[in-house]
């Protein structure tokens, strides 16, 4: 196999902070972040080793954003491949895993292959459950180009597809043998996607960095107007935790859990709303909200600290509606979600900012409290600006 990640960096041109380096069961991996990082990929890839071809995997449209930069870096050769396919959720599925292989069958790709993954989490969900059972396995290069990605999915190994019956059922952990992280491609990111991106950052704040969260808060403004310098040192930070983390549970048996802080919440409002209405990001930030009242009702997160995430959330920019849904019908969505387990949610809270871990007592009365009364009235008491159903 061609996992050769360990000397994968150049020590003396990258700083610590550059270049994260990720432990995982199939060998450490480098997640490498730096404006501009791109044109130097042929050089970063060529210390992985040698391959028999080059296949970049991306969509259309992020091929039309970024695929200049990126050939900038990996000059077209005879034995290097562009693959175009639907990125869109709906098209995260099994038979893109099976255009996709079929693709690489025709271009001839062997086991001395390598696939990059240029896109956001569905192209990097897609491409790495490819590489995991393509030919049984080959070798994958993330090449992320959403927040979202660059923080969160192209980091960890976890790969998959949804099916008719629910988000994300059929996958792998595969991780990848490395990780180019150019904030520079985000210049073409939709605002949308732009700032739900950020809920994931405001995340890592939450769970496990209290200084990351008091950054944000004074420097949200200029992050969203998309200032380098404040951007780019949020990626790095939020990299650095989430490859923190999977190190020390890359299968998410223990402290992994903590990453889906609002994520019991948003997943059940993005399947009430069949995931068309909110976008993963503006759900999570409705879902840190429900998590920080729910760790108020429960008193294990201190009111300021409450006062604190919520203002925070809100200072990303208008969210969608909360929907007309039930709240006993959102709470059962929480309970078949497949991280419950047994039946029972699990919800992770934060006893203090910078902290999070994952509680089974939670009562359904407290959470069904927080479902019904809804953040939206909460929020409306709190007289906080920038609710779009104002
Ligand atoms: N594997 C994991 O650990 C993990 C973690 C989080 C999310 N995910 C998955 O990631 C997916 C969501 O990923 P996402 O938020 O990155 O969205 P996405 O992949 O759907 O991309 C969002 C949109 O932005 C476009 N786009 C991407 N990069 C662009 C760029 N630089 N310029 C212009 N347009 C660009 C895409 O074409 C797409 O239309 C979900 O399927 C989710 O399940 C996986
Ligand atoms: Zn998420």
Request: positive net charge; aromatic residues 6%.
């Amino acid at each position: 196999m061609c996992y050769i990640g360990l000397n994968a960096v150049d020590p003396m041109k990258l700083t610590p902070s550059e270049a994260i380096r990720v432990r995982s069961f199939a060998g450490d991996y480098f997640v490498l972040c730096r404006r501009g990082i791109l044109r130097e990929s042929a050089r970063q890839i060529a210390r992985l080793g040698r391959f028999s071809s080059v296949h970049i995997l991306s969509s259309s449209r992020v091929w039309r954003a970024v695929g200049r930069k990126v050939l900038r870096g990996i000059p077209p050769r005879r034995n290097v491949h562009i693959h175009l396919f639907d990125d869109a959720e709906t098209a995260k599925t099994l038979a893109t895993v099976e255009a996709v292989a079929r693709k690489l069958v025709r271009a001839g790709a062997d086991r001395k292959s390598l696939l990059i993954a240029v896109g956001g989490g569905v192209v990097g969900d897609v491409v790495g459950f490819v590489a995991a059972s393509y030919l049984r396995g080959v070798a994958l290069v993330q090449v992320p180009t959403t927040v979202v990605a660059q923080v969160d999915s192209a980091i960890g190994g976890k790969t998959g597809v949804n099916l008719p019956e629910g988000k994300n059922l059929v996958g792998a952990f595969y991780p990848p043998s490395l990780v180019l992280v150019d904030p520079e491609v985000l210049g073409t990111l939709p605002p949308r996607e732009f700032r739900g991106g950020l809920a994931e950052v405001i995340k890592y704040g939450v769970i496990s960095d209290s200084e990351l969260f008091g950054f944000l808060e004074r420097k949200m403004p200029a992050i969203l107007a998309r200032d380098n310098g404040a951007l780019e040192q949020v990626i790095r930070r939020s990299i650095e935790i989430k490859g923190h983390v999977v190190s020390r549970d890359e299968r998410e048996s223990g402290l992994r859990e903590i990453l889906n802080y609002g994520h019991t919440f948003a997943h059940a409002l993005e399947a009430a709303t069949h995931y068309r209405q909110f976008q993963h990001g503006e759900a999570v930030a409705w879902g840190m909200i429900c998590a920080a009242l729910l760790g108020h009702e429960t008193a294990e997160t201190p009111a300021n600290d409450v006062a604190r995430i919520i203002a925070m959330v809100r200072q990303i920019g208008p969210l969608p509606k909360w929907p007309a849904v039930p709240a006993e019908k959102l709470f059962d969505l929480m309970r078949s979600d497949k991280k419950a387990k047994f039946g029972k949610v699990r919800f992770v809270l934060s006893p203090r900012l910078g902290r999070a871990k994952s509680y089974e007592g939670v009562t359904k009365k407290a959470a069904i409290s927080v479902l019904r009364f809804g953040p939206q009235l909460i929020l409306r008491s709190l007289k906080l600006p920038g609710n779009s159903d104002d």
